[in-house]
């Protein structure tokens, strides 16, 4: 265990620290050595981490979804079949009780959100020594293997949700439209700073609220995952009731992981389904 060569303080904050590569200190370009060189690095500093694990992840959702779409057969289907089959229909009936426009992109887009996130935040469920010590052992010193623990990732994907909301509320509204609803709404034009500061709040909030939701409830995850592991360390008794606790959380836990990529999904889904309403 790596509680046997570092304090709890270290073990954790080992735990939460990403891979980072940017502009060192000195001027170089290189891997962070500590939270403290990271922070350091700035702007242009990049999580390989987490960067390696979401696109991994989504590698693995394309060439999941679409071995099974090139080998379709009548008659009895595969289980991975059905499983994919399953998934394809939840989200087109989610479309179709929250969308009420026309728009061919939003169903796949709906798909790869939820699916992605969904891996991305299953990995959560793996013991958190085992990935950050094979990291060790082939050379690398931090791994954070939960990409959507990091707000990079969520952030990222909620503003190109927010992108596409603010595109599509012109491409349907037009520039027009789109602004006077943000100055128009909802009090009318005697209202209009009070329309903008409401209609600005919530137009921002949404992109916000997508990305911390979920890294929020990533995070607080993980860290009790590594709350828990620390008792494996703290003796035989304790860390018997270690091993009930992290059983107890996984489970619960797994509700969480499919909860966030539901919501998610759901609230892009929503956000769209606004866009393309035309207010009169």
Not at 8 to 15: K, L, V
Request: net charge negative; hydrophobic share 55%; no cysteine.
């Amino acid at each position: 265990m790596a509680t046997e060569t570092l304090t709890s303080s270290e073990y954790i904050r080992h735990h939460l620290t990403n891979l980072t590569y940017g502009k060192l200190p000195g001027g170089d370009w290189g891997i962070a050595q500590n939270a403290e060189q990271a922070k350091e690095m700035g702007f242009w500093a990049i999580n390989l981490d987490t960067m390696g694990m979401s696109i991994l992840l989504g590698v693995v959702f394309l060439a999941l979804f679409s071995s099974v779409a090139r080998s379709v057969r009548q008659g009895v289907p595969s289980g991975l079949q059905n499983f994919v089959e399953l998934m394809v229909e939840f989200v087109e009936n989610s479309v179709r009780g929250s969308f009420n426009g026309r728009n061919p992109l939003v169903a796949p887009l709906a798909l790869t959100i939820f699916t992605w996130i969904f891996l991305m935040n299953l990995v959560d469920l793996v013991p958190v020594d085992w990935i950050p010590h094979l990291a060790i052992a082939l050379g690398v010193p931090f791994f954070r293997a939960v990409p959507s623990t990091d707000p990079n990732i969520t952030f990222g994907m909620s503003l190109d949700v927010f992108a596409m909301v603010v595109f599509y509320s012109i491409k349907v509204k037009g520039l027009g439209g789109f602004l006077g609803e943000l100055s128009f709404q909802p009090f009318g034009k005697i209202g209009l700073p009070a329309n903008l500061f409401l209609e600005g709040v919530n137009l921002i909030s949404k992109p916000v609220s997508l990305a911390l939701r979920l890294f929020g409830n990533m995070y607080a995850g993980e860290m009790i995952f590594i709350l828990i592991a620390i008792m494996f360390g703290a003796g035989i008794g304790i860390g018997v009731f270690g091993g009930v606790l992290q059983w107890a959380w996984a489970v619960f836990h797994v509700l969480i992981v499919t909860l966030q990529a539901f919501i998610f999904m759901t609230l892009t889904i929503v956000y769209l389904d606004m866009a393309h309403q035309e207010h009169h």
